[in-house]
């Protein structure tokens, strides 16, 4: 297990890497740079600032200086914000990003696993309609609607939640749902077809000839086993909607890391960029290594194979 | 400077709301019986889901007046979003600078498009217009400390100096050995700013600038406290709490991404004309969020309003201001066929602004038949703008003379028909379905066929400043209230000369004006250049854009104008909430 985590910790570093390599030098191919102006810097006073930025100095120079800073997790001075630290933009947006992405994954694994489960076990029934509808919904709905929508009706016209900002735990309601949307409908569809599949399997059969009571065999032999490819597309998720997005947090308004993604190329703020993408690359990764980890302890036959092998 | 950012900003609201009205309008009707099923279960679930507030509530203290008829003092705007940075000195976009404005003072104020004394008491100005004498009134900063003519020499410098660059630097060139130092050709102690004492402050200019009392309101001349530089380093202004300031509001709390608030300065020297006792500042970035919450009465005004906004609006009223910017074409004037004056008039006048802005950009825009800004630039006599008395310089939709144009410029080349003609644009659903009205009618009016080439902005602004184009979608937005702002751009050196235009006579009317100190002549130069660059017409002006914005009517007194300080809420207050 060691060896197997030792060496999946070695390619997630190459990884991410590789990111932050390709990110640093595409997004100096973007036409302009994080001091152009529509009104433009007197040239004298912009001459200054790329040498005050260390922009000057060749390109593969700022290349290893920042690769050091970045081993030593400094991510230097954002453009954007002159008085704060990429570290700091993190710091601050992350935990609110994560708080946020932590209730939607609640949320949507809850419901999303409650909603597959359900449909499946009354499959071709009301029920089981039901869910395919939320999941179609939810899916083809863009967040930004949804986002929207919610906000009109119970922000504006029922006056029952606040529009936006993220403040007390009635101004988390919103956004969580509308976040966790696209998770319930995409986990109750992959949970509905991974338990119809178990369903069908002779050991179910067994179980029932055993005469184990309903709740059992739904329980410990259809869940348990149905369960295992879900959490297969839970890392990626996980990894997403913990580290913000920029639709919801920006219809909301949330101080989040979301919309960071967005302006910071916008502003071609070069450290916010490679800041964020190393940072967002790394909790992806790190999120699919336990995805691996977790799988071989749920699972028997991946660890039995990897014992034999 | 503000040009960047405004158009930034209103491009990104644009699209936003472009965004935003696509998803209502698809959804309201069709999704909504769908959506309420699933809120119904929603809301159970979310109900379930454990977790803390991230931060305690306390935007609802503006809606609770016990008991009293008395309004309570607090103005609820959006701040759009976190500012770069609040060291005054190093600020360069709008947003920023209006927000230094409500907690900072220069010597001057620009109140309400009028220069009114600020920090300084009043001042003199030298016979030949080079020499002003500043006499600072007994001011405090919010840490006891009184403000001196030291502070203001410290802040000066500080702007000037060229180990740690401020994009604004160049708002102090005028003064003697500013630039010098600032491009490090010259020394601090050479630069011609003099504490005579405490209270006393001299500079000398290059030339008469007729708009340094205005200068010295902008924030890049604030005073600055060379201690509290010292002691914060990178992270003054950074947070809340490390702000020492001397304006009519002080900084509250600042959630970083989140909300500012501002509570009233008791010490500020005219506190007694400041009514607001706080300002409540969220940064919401979305238009149509802050729409939402202006009618959910959780905003007392908005930024800008849409025209979808401004139909479903049911509260308050719908009013607008001149965002300052002017929009044109640029011709570049090397370009072998756009080289012509008749055949750039003939693209100038052959289009029909009133039309696009009815049809096309639907928005409170008016025609430009010139090029200096209306309503914010003042003339000599100040009663009257610069545009009122400048006039217009052609006619809209002129269609018969730029026909006529078009043929004697062809003909002035020798050729019987016209090469394609590129015409740039942002490659935004914006920017392209402007061009293609314009390109529309070009080819309709005057059987003109142009090709759009839409670009990111980015390269559209690189290739402008390189010159390569041959006409571009353009605007730009002033600096100060001077016509010196939009006519200084067309000399042959400066940098912001997009196409290339170089006319010595207009080069010489426009020193002439810069070292003029009789006001009248100056302003005759002035309107005789404005005069010359639109018969040459390196530029073909199409409309000055303004733009709508909701306010509750119990708001009085916000004042928005799109040069300096675009919103000013310093003499702001509430009058008739509670009725």
Same mark, same amino acid.
């Given at each position: 297990m060691i060896k197997y985590i030792a060496k999946k910790l070695f390619y997630a570093i190459v990884t991410i890497w590789i990111v932050v390599s390709a990110t640093f030098f595409m997004m100096q191919a973007i036409p302009g740079d994080p001091l152009m102006n529509e009104k433009r810097v007197v040239p004298e006073i912009k001459e200054n600032l790329r040498k005050y930025y260390g922009l000057d100095?060749?390109?593969?120079?700022?290349?290893?200086?920042?690769?050091?800073?970045?081993?030593?997790?400094?991510?230097?001075?954002?453009?954007?914000?002159?008085?704060?630290?990429?570290?700091?933009?993190?710091?601050?947006? #992350?935990? %609110?990003?994560?708080?946020?992405?932590?209730?939607?994954?609640?949320?949507?694994? &809850? @419901?999303? $696993? /409650?909603?597959? *489960?359900?449909?499946?076990?009354?499959?071709?029934?009301?029920?089981?309609? #039901?869910? %395919?509808?939320?999941?179609?919904?939810?899916?083809?709905?863009?967040?930004?609607? &949804? @986002?929207? $929508? /919610?906000?009109? *009706?119970?922000?504006?016209?029922?006056?029952?939640?606040?529009?936006?900002?993220?403040?007390?735990?009635?101004?988390?309601?919103?956004?969580?749902?509308?976040?966790?949307?696209?998770?319930?409908?995409?986990?109750?569809?992959?949970?509905?077809?991974?338990?119809?599949?178990?369903?069908?399997?002779?050991?179910?059969?067994?179980?029932?000839?055993?005469?184990?009571?309903?709740?059992?065999?739904?329980?410990?032999?259809?869940?348990?086993?149905?369960?295992?490819?879900?959490?297969?597309?839970?890392?990626?998720?996980?990894?997403?909607?913990?580290?913000?997005?920029?639709?919801?947090?920006?219809?909301?308004?949330?101080?989040?890391?979301?919309?960071?993604?967005?302006?910071?190329?916008?502003?071609q703020d070069y450290t916010l960029i490679t800041g964020i993408t190393a940072f967002f690359g790394s909790i992806l990764v790190i999120m699919n290594m336990l995805v691996d980890i977790a799988y071989g302890i749920i699972d028997p036959r991946i660890r039995i194979s990897k014992r034999s092998s | 400077m503000e040009m960047k950012y405004l158009m930034f900003y209103l491009d990104r609201w644009k699209t936003n709301s472009k965004k935003n009205k696509g998803g209502n309008v698809v959804s309201k009707k069709r999704l909504l019986s769908i959506v309420a099923v699933m809120l119904a279960f929603a809301m159970i679930l979310t109900a379930?889901?454990?977790?803390?507030?991230?931060?305690?509530?306390?935007?609802?203290?503006?809606?609770?007046?016990?008991?009293?008829?008395?309004?309570?003092?607090?103005?609820?705007?959006?701040?759009?979003?976190?500012?770069?940075?609040?060291?005054?000195?190093?600020?360069?976009?709008?947003?920023?600078?209006?927000?230094?404005?409500?907690?900072?003072?220069?010597?001057?104020?620009?109140?309400?498009?009028?220069?009114?004394?600020?920090?300084a008491e009043k001042w003199d100005i030298s016979e030949d217009g080079k020499t002003y004498t500043f006499h600072l009134r007994d001011a405090k900063w919010t840490d006891g400390q009184p403000v001196t003519a030291?502070?203001?020499?410290?802040?000066?410098?500080?702007?000037?100096?060229?180990?740690?660059?401020?994009?604004?630097?160049?708002?102090?060139?005028?003064?003697?050995?500013?630039?010098?130092?600032?491009?490090?050709?010259?020394?601090?102690?050479?630069?011609?700013?003099?504490?005579?004492?405490?209270?006393?402050?001299?500079?000398?200019?290059?030339?008469?600038?007729?708009?340094?009392?205005?200068?010295?309101?902008?924030?890049?001349?604030?005073?600055?406290?060379?201690?509290?530089?010292?002691?914060?380093?990178?992270?003054?202004?950074?947070?809340?709490?490390?702000?020492?300031?001397?304006?009519?509001?002080?900084?509250?709390?600042?959630?970083?991404?989140?909300?500012?608030?501002?509570?009233?300065?008791?010490?500020?020297?005219?506190?007694?004309?400041?009514?607001?006792?706080?300002?409540?500042?969220?940064?919401?970035?979305?238009?149509?969020?802050?729409?939402?919450?202006?009618?959910?009465?959780?905003?007392?005004?908005?930024i800008a309003l849409n025209a979808d906004q401004k139909a479903a609006m049911t509260k308050g009223e719908v009013k607008n201001f001149n965002d300052g910017s002017v929009w044109f074409f640029d011709f570049n004037v090397n370009h072998p066929v756009l080289k012509n004056v008749n055949i750039r008039r003939a693209l100038t006048y052959g289009v029909d602004r009133e039309s696009f802005i009815k049809n096309v950009s639907k928005r409170p825009w008016i025609p430009a038949l010139s090029y200096v800004q209306p309503d914010i630039i003042p003339d000599v006599n100040t009663d009257k703008t610069f545009r009122e008395v400048g006039g217009d310089y052609f006619k809209d939709n002129d269609v018969e003379t730029a026909k006529k144009l078009l043929e004697q410029g062809m003909k002035e080349l020798g050729l019987t028909q016209l090469p394609k003609l590129k015409f740039m644009c942002n490659d935004t659903a914006e920017g392209?379905?402007?061009?293609?009205?314009?390109?529309?009618?070009?080819?309709?009016?005057?059987?003109?066929?142009?090709?759009?080439?839409?670009?990111?902005?980015?390269?559209?602004?690189?290739?402008?400043?390189?010159?390569?184009?041959?006409?571009?979608?353009?605007?730009?937005?002033?600096d100060y209230p001077d016509p010196m702002t939009d006519l200084d751009l067309y000399t042959s050196w400066s940098g912001n000369n997009d196409p290339g235009y170089n006319n010595p006579e207009y080069d010489d009317l426009i020193v002439r004006a810069q070292n003029e100190t009789d006001r009248v002549k100056r302003f005759e130069l002035l309107h005789q250049a404005e005069a010359m660059l639109m018969r040459d017409l390196p530029i073909g002006p199409l409309y000055f854009r303004y733009t709508d914005y909701a306010e509750r009517e119990y708001v009085k007194n916000v004042y928005r104008k799109g040069v300096g300080v675009e919103i000013d809420v310093v003499y702001a207050y509430i009058e008739g909430k509670n009725k």
């Open positions: 100095k060749p390109l593969h120079e700022q290349y290893f200086i920042y690769l050091k800073n970045l081993a030593t997790g400094k991510m230097g001075m954002s453009f954007q914000y002159k008085n704060r630290t990429v570290n700091e933009i993190i710091a601050n947006g #992350f935990p %609110i990003s994560a708080s946020l992405g932590m209730r939607a994954m609640i949320v949507g694994i &809850i @419901a999303g $696993l /409650l909603l597959g *489960v359900v449909a499946a076990l009354n499959h071709n029934r009301g029920w089981d309609r #039901f869910s %395919i509808f939320v999941a179609i919904i939810g899916v083809s709905i863009p967040g930004f609607v &949804i @986002a929207a $929508l /919610l906000q009109w *009706v119970f922000g504006v016209k029922l006056r029952w939640l606040p529009v936006a900002q993220w403040k007390s735990f009635a101004h988390t309601i919103m956004p969580t749902f509308a976040l966790s949307l696209g998770l319930i409908a995409n986990l109750a569809r992959f949970m509905r077809s991974s338990m119809l599949d178990v369903i069908g399997q002779d050991y179910i059969k067994t179980a029932k000839a055993k005469g184990l009571s309903p709740f059992e065999i739904v329980w410990r032999h259809q869940i348990r086993n149905a369960i295992l490819p879900v959490i297969t597309i839970l890392g990626p998720w996980i990894a997403i909607i913990i580290t913000g997005t920029f639709v919801i947090e920006t219809v909301f308004a949330i101080p989040g890391l979301g919309k960071f993604y967005v302006q910071s190329i916008n502003m | 379930c889901s454990p977790g803390q507030p991230a931060a305690s509530d306390q935007t609802e203290g503006a809606e609770q007046t016990v008991g009293t008829v008395q309004d309570e003092q607090v103005l609820r705007l959006s701040l759009f979003q976190e500012p770069g940075t609040l060291d005054w000195q190093r600020s360069d976009s709008n947003i920023e600078i209006y927000i230094l404005s409500w907690i900072m003072e220069g010597l001057t104020r620009y109140k309400h498009g009028e220069i009114i004394p600020g920090l030291e502070d203001f020499k410290y802040g000066w410098l500080r702007a000037l100096n060229p180990e740690d660059p401020m994009s604004y630097a160049y708002f102090l060139y005028d003064i003697v050995g500013a630039k010098e130092y600032n491009t490090g050709e010259g020394a601090a102690e050479d630069v011609a700013i003099k504490v005579i004492d405490d209270k006393t402050l001299e500079v000398t200019l290059k030339n008469p600038v007729a708009y340094f009392d205005y200068l010295v309101s902008f924030s890049t001349y604030y005073p600055t406290r060379k201690d509290i530089v010292e002691k914060y380093g990178n992270k003054f202004n950074a947070e809340a709490q490390n702000f020492v300031t001397c304006g009519p509001f002080k900084v509250e709390t600042w959630e970083h991404e989140a909300e500012m608030t501002f509570v009233k300065n008791p010490d500020y020297w005219n506190a007694s004309e400041i009514k607001l006792e706080k300002i409540i500042g969220p940064f919401i970035s979305d238009n149509q969020t802050e729409f939402n919450m202006y009618e959910a009465e959780e905003l007392d005004m908005t392209q379905l402007y061009a293609q009205a314009f390109q529309e009618m070009w080819k309709k009016n005057l059987g003109i066929e142009v090709e759009l080439e839409p670009v990111p902005s980015a390269v559209r602004i690189d290739r402008q400043q390189n010159h390569d184009f041959d006409i571009s979608y353009a605007g730009w937005g002033p």
